[in-house]
């Protein structure tokens, strides 16, 4: 418990948020404000005033707001030995067309109200048949099953979340491609602003940091993001650029779903890193004059935002309603509904399976993985590439093609089982 002399009062900022130049009110003051959140130094009366008029405002839809408290939820995170984590990264990482063998993930805002099946937590797992991936979750909040209960649901076997912690990451990457990140284990601050959140009854911007505070931020190469509303999707991609991110693709199903949607259009919003055409120096690394002192000089290279549609024929793959991924059921459900699914115990061209492929799909585009003219995945790989380029210049057939071998070839369920392996071996519960 916080004893009386160390709460901060933040009544002055709290005035500027609701007087008429909220608008103006700096990024850096909210993110400041909200960091004392974590070491339990508002009152509730404050916290709660503070979440509700960033709501009220909507300065929790501002871009660089959310960049900048973003950054403040991190730096109050458990950290991690990123030396250490950079050699695991190293040593394990597979390159292949544009990907560098860096960390990865994908996840949703959630909120969306559809309740469909854990696709973002399926899809990771088919992806790190490929990719290292540092899935960021946790349980349900709005759903009936979140990507920890899916997890922890699994038979006759599985998984004990809580043991990737900080300290034990890298040491996962040794045998598996997979990390489960749970965020109780990496974010202990929250506990302090949990139950104010939940006697509020609304959604604040705790709600939209989530996917942007990966611990393991910085080593984080290419990411999915879903958003359950077409107007967050420019502000969080912008928040992903203004944060650092060169690989991302934020989406959003025309039926507010914060997943790629089965049933139809979703709309996309995609960082692309690219030459800066306003760049003067040489392009030359041997070159005295290939790095600049020069701060105010335009970079090399820069990021920009590309908005565009995806279709599920895009994919190669029919549309499905959502009402047949519908309901979520509850996690004990959905975990043999992924194990099947693993197994190739349900049909191709079940709905589920589809969904599940086009979010992987994604993943594996935006990583990198399918710049390639060559493919050598592994046993069952026909080595035939689909070169088709879609909507945003993206393989996505390709991309298909390559989380149906994830499946096929057994190469998902084992870097699931590595998973399971390991946190077992580390015997924290």
Known sequence: MTSESSIVSISLLLAALAGPSSQHVPASEI???????????????????????????????????????????????????????REAVRCRGRKEGSYRGGLCDIVGTGGDGHSTFNVSTTASILASSLLLLSKHGNRASSSTSGSA???????????????????????????????????????????????????????????????????????????????????????????????????????????????????????????????NPAFRGSNNEQDDEYTTSDEEAPSRRIVEIEAFE????????????????????????????????????????????????????????VAGMCDTEESAMGAGDDGKVVGERGPGQGRWKEGVRRARWAIESGEALKALEGYVEITNSLGIR
């Not at 928040?239 to 693709?249: C, D, E, T, Y």
């Not at 996690?331 to 061209?349: Q, S």
Request: glycine residues 6%; contains cysteine; hydrophobic residues 45%.
């Open 149 to 275: 209960d899916l997890l922890q649901s699994i038979a006759p076997k599985g998984p004990i979340i809580e043991a990737i912690t900080a300290t034990t990451l890298p040491a996962a990457y040794e045998r598996t491609n997979y990390a489960f990140l749970f965020a109780p284990k990496f974010h202990p601050g929250m506990r302090h602003v949990a139950p104010i959140r939940k006697d509020l009854g609304f959604r604040t911007i705790f709600n939209l940091l989530g996917p942007l505070a990966n611990p393991v931020e910085g080593m984080i190469e290419a990411r999915v993001v879903g958003v359950a509303h077409r107007a967050l999707g420019p502000v969080f991609a912008e928040a992903l650029r203004l944060s650092g991110a060169k690989k991302a693709i934020v989406v959003c199903g025309a039926e507010d779903l914060d997943e790629i949607s089965c049933a139809g259009t979703t709309y996309c919003w995609r960082l692309v890193e690219r030459a």
């Open 31 to 85: 993110a400041s404000a909200l960091a004392l959140i974590f070491d339990n130094r508002l009152s509730p009366v404050q916290c709660s005033s503070f979440l509700t008029l960033l709501h009220v405002t909507k300065r929790d839809h501002d871009p660089l707001v959310i960049a900048k408290c973003a950054s403040a939820m991190r730096s109050a995170a458990a950290q991690v030995d990123r030396a250490t984590l």
């Open 310 to 365: 995806l279709q599920p024929s895009d994919f190669g793959l029919p549309a499905h309603t959502l009402a047949e991924v519908l309901p979520g059921k509850m996690p004990g459900e959905n975990a043999e509904t992924l194990m099947r699914l693993l197994k190739m115990e349900l049909p191709r061209d079940d709905p589920v399976v589809h969904f599940v492929l086009m979010n992987t799909a994604a993943l594996f585009v």
